[in-house]
């Protein structure tokens, strides 16, 4: 496969907004579109525009395939974080999430929101609750959080469902007090949250992966493996 690398930010410091409804200025055509996630990207309030208009634009542009390259593990504002989970999840273009290699707190959030995950061999995702990281005592803080940690449950119940990952799984990765048992099967206990190996997340028990569609070496790998033709284009926010 050959690939081009794109830089949204040179592409949009250069070009005005599409009008709603209009093809977009990419350009990308049918193409499968990669883009690649980090820390960094979902802590700068401008690349989470960019993010957002790139999605939109490649929605535009009917793009074959959008795969976001996870390697998230830090934890962002809830409405920041709700924001990317409703544009993943509502657009139009098929979407794969593929964890390489990490996918926890936010991130693992940000994979649900896929049609599908995989995961590179050594990769891990879970591990998505809030974490009360300040020193404030303060009753109401104490709510606020629990009220986020309230929102962010629901939502992942709500992905879940949208994209046929098992319930079960996905509270035990946001809900330190859920205990999974699949079967006769114990796979986490109360006060831990659940985080899975690649070999986990796609181990079947009782005809159904725990969590993820398969492991794969790379994303040239699984585009191929996906049978997306076209050349991919690399890119990030």
């Given at each position: 496969?050959?690939?081009?690398?794109?830089?949204?930010?040179?592409?949009?410091?250069?070009?005005?907004?599409?009008?709603?409804?209009?093809?977009?200025?990419?350009?990308?055509?049918?193409?499968?579109?990669?883009?690649?996630?980090?820390?960094?990207?979902?802590?700068?309030?401008?690349?989470?525009?960019?993010?957002?208009?790139?999605?939109?634009?490649?929605?535009?542009?009917?793009?074959?395939?959008?795969?976001?390259?996870?390697?998230?593990?830090?934890?962002?504002?809830?409405?920041?974080?709700?924001?990317?989970?409703?544009?993943?999840?509502?657009?139009?273009?098929?979407t794969v999430a593929f964890v390489n290699s990490s996918a926890t707190s936010s991130g693992a959030l940000i994979a649900?929101?896929?049609?599908?995950?995989?995961?590179?061999?050594?990769?891990?995702?879970?591990?998505?609750?809030?974490?009360?990281?300040?020193?404030?005592?303060?009753?109401?803080?104490?709510?606020?959080?629990?009220?986020?940690?309230?929102?962010?449950?629901?939502?992942?119940?709500?992905?879940?469902?949208?994209?046929?990952?098992?319930?079960?799984?996905?509270?035990?990765?946001?809900?330190?007090?859920?205990?999974?048992?699949?079967?006769?099967?114990?796979?986490?206990?109360?006060?831990?949250?659940?985080?899975?190996?690649?070999?986990?997340?796609?181990?079947?028990?009782?005809?159904?992966?725990?969590?993820?569609?398969?492991?794969?070496?790379?994303?040239?790998?699984?585009?191929?493996?996906?049978?997306?033709?076209?050349?991919?284009?690399?890119?990030?926010?």
């Open positions: 496969l050959w690939i081009s690398f794109v830089s949204l930010a040179s592409l949009f410091a250069t070009s005005s907004d599409s009008e709603e409804g209009e093809k977009s200025v990419l350009n990308w055509g049918e193409k499968p579109v990669v883009v690649s996630l980090g820390n960094d990207d979902l802590q700068d309030g401008r690349r989470v525009r960019d993010l957002e208009r790139l999605v939109r634009d490649a929605e535009k542009d009917g793009v074959s395939l959008l795969m976001l390259d996870l390697d998230v593990s830090v934890q962002i504002e809830v409405e920041t974080q709700l924001r990317i989970l409703d544009l993943i999840s509502e657009t139009e273009t098929p649900l929101a896929a049609d599908k995950i995989y995961l590179n061999r050594g990769g891990i995702i879970g591990g998505a609750g809030v974490v009360d990281t300040s020193d404030d005592e303060d009753d109401d803080s104490k709510q606020a959080l629990r009220q986020q940690q309230s929102v962010l449950k629901a939502r992942a119940r709500s992905l879940a469902g949208l994209n046929g990952y098992r319930v079960d799984v996905v509270e035990a990765m946001i809900d330190e007090n859920r205990v999974l048992t699949i079967g006769e099967r114990e796979i986490t206990d109360k006060g831990d949250l659940l985080t899975l190996s690649a070999v986990e997340a796609v181990e079947e028990i009782e005809g159904k992966p725990l969590l993820a569609a398969g492991l794969d070496k790379n994303v040239t790998v699984l585009l191929e493996q996906l049978d997306i033709n076209g050349e991919p284009v690399l890119t990030s926010p």
